[in-house]
T-cell receptor
Framework: QKEVEQNSGPLSVPEGAIASLNCTYS??????FFWYRQYSGKSPELIMS????GDKEDGRFTAQLNKASQYVSLLIRDSQPSDSATYLC?????????FGAGTRLFVKA | SQTIHQWPATLVQPVGSPLSLECTVEGTSNPNLYWYRQAAGRGLQLLFY??????ISSEVPQNLSASRPQDRQFILSSKKLLLSDSGFYLC???????????????FGSGTRLTVV
């Protein structure tokens, strides 16, 4: 069974620090990788996509992909209280996307 | 721009009653459409996906069904709800792409269903 594993957290970081979120996946055929942010009671929102090995930066967010290790990470620089949410890692092989259960992040002011 | 509408936002239904949730997408054509369910504190479970009108793939055998009567309309139904059907139901769309590639999903605002 194809799986995406994340530490459920909660991960607590002080305001202004770097938050590091990690994810591993089992399907070596996965081609597309995503991070979604989900605020409590709301639907997930796509914040990062990455398709090739290495780093991809978008503002305060950096996604990192290592296909050999089947590992995806998300770094959030200068963390803000508004970043407090659950972050879902997801991978796609074919038409279906498999989601991890998410990591809860708390940013303390 | 593309938008996705999902309704109702909340629903409380008795066990054994029918269900119909609707999702529509605007501003795009030929989208891939998906229904996911999220149980409290859990991850997203794929229920159905569709790559075209009338084309439905089911991921989880259960008392739910899905239909796509129009290109940008996706409906989730049940004839008789169970207590275990409670959860947060999410519709999502993605642009049509080749099967080994995906642009990521845009989710609707979700329907919180409580079966009592």
């Amino acid at each position: 069974q194809k799986e995406v594993e994340q530490n459920s957290g909660p991960l607590s970081v002080p305001e202004g620090a770097i938050a590091s979120l990690n994810c591993t996946y089992s399907d070596r055929g996965s081609q597309s990788f995503f991070w979604y942010r989900q605020y409590s009671g709301k639907s997930p929102e796509l914040i990062m996509s990455i398709y090739s090995n290495g780093d991809k930066e978008d503002g305060r967010f950096t996604a990192q992909l290592n296909k050999a290790s089947q590992y995806v990470s998300l770094l959030i620089r200068d963390s803000q209280p508004s970043d407090s949410a659950t972050y879902l890692c997801a991978t796609t092989g074919g038409f279906k996307t498999i989601f991890g259960a998410g990591t809860r992040l708390f940013v303390k002011a | 721009s593309q938008t996705i509408h999902q309704w109702p936002a909340t629903l409380v239904q008795p066990v054994g009653s029918p269900l119909s949730l609707e999702c529509t997408v605007e501003g795009t054509s030929n989208p891939n459409l998906y229904w996911y369910r999220q149980a409290a504190g859990r991850g997203l479970q794929l229920l159905f996906y569709s790559v075209g009108i009338g084309q439905i793939s089911s991921e989880v055998p259960q008392n739910l069904s899905a239909s796509r009567p129009q290109d940008r309309q996706f409906i989730l139904s049940s004839k008789k709800l169970l207590l275990s059907d409670s959860g947060f139901y999410l519709c999502a769309w993605s642009p049509r792409a080749r099967s080994d590639f995906n642009y990521g999903y845009t989710f609707g605002s979700g329907t919180r269903l409580t079966v009592v």
